[in-house]
Nanobody, 124 residues
Framework: VQLQASGGGLVQAGGSLRVSCVAS????????MGWFRQVPGLEREFVAA????????YYADSVQGRFTISRDNAKNTVYLQMNSLKPEDTAAYYC??????????????????WGQGTQVTVSS
């Protein structure tokens, strides 16, 4: 499975941004999808995840209530809608895939496939 993330950019604090990730080369609906983020010098951290059919979603405490993960299996795409952005949300955002299920304590080692990062910068 190949993953291609896009949609990052520069936004002011309090603003919104949506990042997307398109999958190819596999049965997208067989995979749970996740978003992680990483700041240089720090470990990659879990942001949000969604099960294979979109029936279950999971969020890190730091983004709960502000970010929404969704997927469109017909378009092989997963989205992360980010609202009320804060400067501390600044990071490279990565999409990732694993078979079928997800949970709220996913770690990078739980994921099988990764996209390249898309940079999100929130100015104060």
């Amino acid at each position: 499975v190949q993953l291609q993330a896009s949609g990052g950019g520069l936004v002011q604090a309090g603003g919104s941004l949506r990042v997307s990730c398109v999958a190819s080369g596999g049965a997208f609906s067989n995979y749970a999808m996740g978003w992680f983020r990483q700041v240089p010098g720090l470990e990659r951290e879990f942001v949000a995840a969604i099960s294979w059919n979109g029936g279950n979603t999971y969020y890190a405490d730091s983004v709960q209530g502000r970010f929404t993960i969704s997927r469109d299996n017909a378009k092989n795409t997963v989205y992360l809608q980010m609202n009320s952005l804060k400067p501390e949300d600044t990071a490279a955002y990565y999409c990732a895939a694993r078979p079928w299920t997800a949970w709220n304590t996913l770690t990078p080692t739980d994921m099988d496939y990764w996209g390249q990062g898309t940079q999100v910068t929130v100015s104060s």
